[in-house]
């Protein structure tokens, strides 16, 4: 108890009725919000009745709508007058749509692992808590499993604002039929783990993966610098390793810190403040237009000059909006490539056909890997 309080009893005494009078206040709207909740996943049932009687297959597809819950996320942040800020507001409502989600039929996402990654994050964050995610040890076991209909959804890394492209993301694009139905952002905050055994003045080696090892190198030279570096397959396994070691420590993000019952000796290393990977979210069917798309391509050009040209123009003069485009070299002949384009519409718009059109008479080939709502979260 502080002195002010002990001087002062009658004040005390008004804190704390004012108090009580608050907690009652907070008891009755969370009465309030808990049969909303309910009354809402109610609707989300009578939404599934409606959609299994009009589905022969019961695809997961009818159930799982991307567009319409980047529709719901939109408008909730659109309406909050806060205090509590748009995305943290907007977190709640994913969690809610995925407890209805998961009423109406649950839905298995594959990731690439293993547990406690930045990938498991960004399944999380992108289906909620509700989903039931799977931990895959390579992308490309990401991609069958999604195929052959094992899992309903995939989540991949596929950028990375420091690091570049994942190229066998993008690589395994080129021999499988499965689509782009989202995306995610997650900004990478790195951390310092210590297990309760380890002595923190003696650390003499340390665990992460190669990639958040080189996204710490100025944090880890400036307070660890005779410590090895030592690169592992993931970050969870950088901290699994810290288990029972008195002199290491891991570089891994705070989902690994929690899955490995370790101490968090430093927040937030990262050398660059806003350093932030981008996922997809891989399904096998397409997507509705949501109102805010983008729409991913992949085409392989002819071996001619001014190929490449040929390939934006048509996109500069229908005034699409162009976000990436990356080069890959072809998986069928030597010196022969192929581009990865992401730009702004949905398929469905007419500008974006007028377009392709255009395109696809221009190339050798032209595959659409998705067109998707972006990332609202
Ligand atoms: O609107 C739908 O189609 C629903 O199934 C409802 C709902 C929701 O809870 O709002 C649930 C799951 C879908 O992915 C999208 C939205």
């Not at 009465?31 to 009578?46: F, T």
């Not at 899992?151 to 492209?165: D, I, K, L, Y």
């Not at 934006?312 to 384009?341: A, M």
Request: aromatic share 6%; with cysteine; glycine share 6%.
């Amino acid at each position: 108890m502080k002195d002010s309080d002990s001087d002062n009893p009658a004040g005390q005494d008004s804190e704390r009725e004012a108090l009580s009078q608050l907690r009652v206040k907070i008891d009755s709207i969370d009465e309030q919000i808990g049969e909303l909740i309910n009354a809402r996943a109610r609707c989300a049932q009578e939404v599934a009745e409606i959609k299994k009687r009009h589905s022969a297959d019961g695809e997961i597809s009818t159930f799982y709508r991307p567009e319409r819950e980047a529709q719901v996320l939109r408008r909730a942040m659109e309406r909050n007058t806060g205090p509590l800020d748009n995305e943290e507001f907007a977190r709640l409502f994913r969690e809610i749509m995925s407890a209805c989600l998961a009423l109406e039929a649950p839905v298995k996402v594959a990731y690439l692992g293993p547990e406690g990654t930045f990938t498991q994050q960004a399944a999380i964050k992108h289906f909620g808590h509700s989903a039931h995610t799977v931990s895959l040890s390579a992308i490309d076991e990401v991609f069958r499993e999604v195929a052959s209909g094992a899992a309903h959804f995939g989540v991949v890394p596929v950028e990375n604002s420091t690091e570049g492209v994942v190229t066998h993301t993008l690589d395994n694009f080129l021999g499988s039929s499965v689509k782009i139905c989202g995306e995610v952002v997650l900004r990478i905050h790195h951390n310092f783990l210590v297990s309760d055994i380890t002595r923190v003045d003696s650390i003499s080696r340390v665990y992460s993966h190669a990639q958040s090892l080189s996204q710490c190198r100025k944090w880890l030279d400036a307070h660890y610098p005779r410590a090895e570096r030592v690169a592992v397959s993931s970050n969870a396994e950088a901290a699994k390793r810290v288990k029972g070691e008195w002199n290491a420590a891991a570089i891994a993000g705070k989902m690994a810190a929690e899955l490995y019952d370790l101490n968090l000796h430093a927040e937030s290393i990262e050398d660059q403040p806003d350093n932030s990977t981008r996922f997809l979210i891989i399904g096998a069917d397409e997507v509705e237009a949501s109102g805010d798309d983008k729409t991913s391509i992949v085409v392989s050009t002819r071996n001619e000059p001014g190929a490449l040209h040929g390939l934006l123009e048509p996109f500069h003069r229908h005034n699409v909006d162009l976000t990436r485009v990356e080069t890959r070299p072809s998986l069928t002949g030597t010196w022969n490539y192929v581009f990865f384009i992401d730009f702004s519409g949905h398929v469905s718009d007419s500008t974006i056909q007028a377009a392709l059109s255009e395109v696809s008479s221009r190339v050798a080939d032209l595959k659409i890997l998705g067109s998707y709502p972006k990332g609202v979260l």
